[in-house]
């Protein structure tokens, strides 16, 4: 049997079925899966076959069973075998898995020799991504093998009938691992439940508490202490990228948050993610420096015994943001936690079960009525995509932001966890090491690798570097095909992808793109038009640069004297100067297609924000001042006739420009902006004649501009698809650039 069928309890599973039907035979572990032998009748088999898979435990899932009948060998009883090593590790490393509630029970039980332990774990829940070296999954291959377990511990290990049957992490406050309080300097506190209770009151005091937890450590602070908070966002180098909260029970969510049903139960799932939701408008139980201006707030709940506990001594929402600096990888080790996040956090509550690699918390919005993972890490990493065919084993090295990696073999990608952006060496050194952790998990060698087009992507360095075979893969083909493996899509199919940056085909920065993709290769078939970054990269942080821009392209040179424009106005006169010199000569001031831009653009344009404090805030600013409600028309605009045909946003520009000046609302004006971007979407969606509709690219994390293309485009009776499990950012790109990679071609 071969799928998510190890560290789930399945061997007991078949241990229980077998003995129940009296049959003989074993059941072992191997790095493809799960084989069984069974011994009994043919018709008695049959039956055995059938309830293995009704009857599979509720974290499992089978994606393929190969069966055969050999002759007799008359043996008695049935067995759990020791695990085979040999063969491809094709089997799946299940996601780390929130604490199931049979566990929280004992460890809220007084009477339970877990109570209070903050690592009890059982086959249904616990650690196991985070702490797996190597295929497969057996204690000796886990950091949990530095324990060894107790008596009842090992009884429980061993015992078919038990839930801890062959739990790995199994372990218990005898025999497993302990919990310590340090200050920066490495001086112990307290040690066990009184370090617990020692950090839940310096928590409840104002202090920021580093927490050693299943994928990495969090900066844990109370998110009602205004204080606290701006402490933490000064540590962490933080301006105003909003913080995500953990919350003491759902309950104590609905008191901050609107919580749909779906989004009750994804708060409460296995994969327990931050969840995006929209806040009461009244509550004013967070700090406002908690998600300064934004209508939202990430909010998560415990997910290890040890959250629920702290949790539990608390009573109120805590902040609970990663360990680390701004644009680093998360710290999972304690004397480099210490080293990095002294001056930030004064505690550190740690503990000496060692994390094999770092996984972040998963960020979650619904979309569309189902989920949209827009990060993609703990819960969800690192379970593969299914692919058609098979192929020898390659590699992906992703794109520049929000970098993934993946490897391909067999029929199988997987696909690792958020890595970051590959801005700092820190950030560098773990993309190297999630590729050398993956390879070496699943013991493959890739033979060839995919990257970007972008020749000076740090990513795509290392590709030429690697010796391997190179397949360059565009950008914004490798968001569409993404979305496609992702929906088990066959071309042909119509792109739409809109992102901020990738590389274009023509050298030119492309992001507002349309690809009709066909069976080995794409077409750009159209685009957003064309204008000017003045400063270049520096536009991706100033979105009155892309205003200038545009308003150059649509108005000409005198647009900059508008003094009734708001981003001119945001200049003073000599830069505005060198804006115009750089925007006339072309110097400097490369041209992008990007609807990430002009989302930019259009948000300075309504005097919104004219510098970003993180990646997006224009965009998100644009998306919620929005009034959707009741402002359901949109501007002109126009499509030329050439190939590829150009999507001009000039009649729309000046409709805009004509609104703020009658003083219409940013909330009218936000509406018929998003509106008249779906509405290009659906003419040129008529245009392309193809019935399948892709939309990707960072621009559709924007929950009102995917669900209005979706509807639009349904309404149009044409078949769109968005992304669910596979974020539509750039963390998508290593995926989508395996699938390039296995067409072999652009
Ligand atoms: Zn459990
Ligand atoms: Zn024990
Ligand atoms: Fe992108």
């Not at 599973?13 to 074993?26: C, D, F, H, I």
């Not at 702490?131 to 511990?153: G, K, S, V």
């Not at 309950?251 to 799932?269: M, Q, Y």
């Not at 793109?513 to 159209?526: D, G, P």
């Amino acid at each position: 049997m071969r799928g998510a069928v190890q560290g789930v309890g399945f061997r007991p599973a078949v241990y229980r079925l077998a003995t129940e039907m009296g049959l003989a035979g074993w059941v072992i572990n191997t790095p493809q899966g799960v084989t069984i032998e069974v011994e009994g009748t043919a018709a008695v088999l049959g039956t055995f076959l059938q309830r293995l898979e009704a009857d599979r435990p509720p974290r499992s899932s089978i994606q393929g069973v190969e069966t055969s009948y050999l002759d007799p060998t008359g043996c008695s009883g049935f067995e759990i075998r020791h695990s085979d090593a040999a063969g491809a590790k094709t089997a799946i490393v299940l996601p780390d898995i929130a604490t199931c509630p049979d566990c929280l029970s004992e460890v809220f039980d007084p009477a339970n020799r877990r109570y209070r332990y903050p690592f009890t774990n059982c086959t249904n829940c616990g650690p196991r991504y985070s702490i797996i070296d190597a295929l497969p999954y057996d204690r000796p291959n886990t950091t949990m093998r530095a324990f060894a377990m107790c008596q009842q511990c090992r009884c429980e290990y061993e015992d078919p009938r038990d839930r801890r049957f062959h739990a790995q992490p199994n372990a218990c406050p005898e025999c497993g691992p302990r919990l310590e309080l340090r200050r920066a300097d490495g001086g112990v506190v307290a040690i066990a439940d009184e370090a617990l209770i020692a950090a839940a009151r310096a928590i409840a005091g104002g202090t920021t508490v580093a927490v050693k937890g299943i994928g990495g450590f969090h900066l844990i602070a109370d998110a009602r202490n205004h204080d606290a908070v701006r402490r933490l966002r000064a540590g962490k180098h933080r301006e105003e990228k909003p913080f995500a909260t953990m919350f003491p029970s759902v309950a104590s969510v609905r008191d901050v948050c609107e919580v749909s049903p779906v989004e009750e139960r994804l708060l409460c799932s296995p994969e327990a993610p931050i969840v995006l939701l929209r806040r009461l408008e009244l509550a004013q139980v967070i700090a406002p420096s908690v998600a300064p201006g934004n209508p939202y707030l990430g909010v998560l709940l415990p997910y290890a015994p040890l959250h629920h506990l702290l949790m539990a001594e608390l009573g109120f929402p805590a902040v609970a943001t990663s360990g680390n600096l701004s644009d680093e990888p998360i710290c999972t080790d304690e004397n480099d936690a210490r080293h990095r996040l002294a001056g930030i956090a004064d505690l550190f509550l740690v503990h000496n079960r060692a994390i094999a690699r770092h996984v972040d918390d998963s960020i979650v919005r619904i979309m569309a009525g189902r989920e949209l993972v827009l990060r993609r890490a703990r819960g969800y990493a690192p379970m593969p995509q299914q692919i058609p065919g098979g192929t020898e084993p390659v590699l992906a090295v992703g794109a520049h932001l929000k970098n993934t990696v993946a490897i391909a073999t067999g029929n199988q990608v997987f696909t690792s966890q958020h890595i970051g952006d590959l801005e700092t060496a820190e950030a560098y050194a773990a993309f190297e090491d999630v590729i050398g952790s993956l390879t070496r998990m699943y013991d493959v060698e890739p033979r060839r690798v995919a990257c970007d087009l972008h020749p000076d992507y740090l990513s795509t360095r290392y590709a030429f570097r690697s010796g391997l075979a190179v397949t360059p893969v565009q950008h914004h083909y490798a968001h569409v095909l993404s979305c496609m493996a992702e929906n088990d899509l066959a071309a042909p199919a119509l792109g739409v992808a809109w992102d901020g940056t990738g590389y274009g085909l023509d050298g030119t920065v492309w992001g507002g793109e349309f690809l009709r993709v066909s069976q080995h290769s794409f077409e750009r078939i159209a685009h957003l038009r064309s204008f000017r970054l003045p400063g270049g990269e520096k536009a991706v942080r100033e979105p009155r640069r892309s205003a200038l821009g545009l308003l150059f392209e649509a108005l000409g040179s005198d647009a900059l004297d508008r003094m009734d424009l708001a981003p001119v106005n945001a200049f003073p006169k000599e830069d505005r100067e060198t804006m115009r010199a750089m925007l006339q000569a072309g110097l400097n001031a490369p041209l992008t297609s990007s609807a990430g831009r002009l989302f930019d653009a259009v948000a300075s344009l309504c005097d919104l924000r004219h510098v970003s404090r993180y990646e997006g805030q224009a965009a998100m600013e644009l998306e919620f001042a929005l009034d959707g409600r009741t402002v359901m028309d949109h501007y002109p605009f126009s499509i030329g006739t050439g190939t590829p045909a150009i999507i001009d946003w000039a009649p729309m520009i000046l409709s805009l420009i004509e609104d703020l000046r009658r003083g219409a609302t940013h909330g009218a004006i936000s509406a018929k902006f998003h509106n008249t971007l779906v509405e290009t979407i659906v003419s040129v969606t008529r245009m392309a004649g193809l019935e399948r509709v892709v939309l990707t690219g960072g621009c559709f994390q924007n929950k009102y501009l995917c669900e209005r293309a979706v509807d639009r485009l349904t309404g149009e009776r044409f078949n769109p698809y968005w992304h669910r499990r596979i974020p539509p950012n750039d963390g998508g790109i290593a995926l989508g650039q395996i699938m390039g990679l296995l067409r072999g071609t652009n």
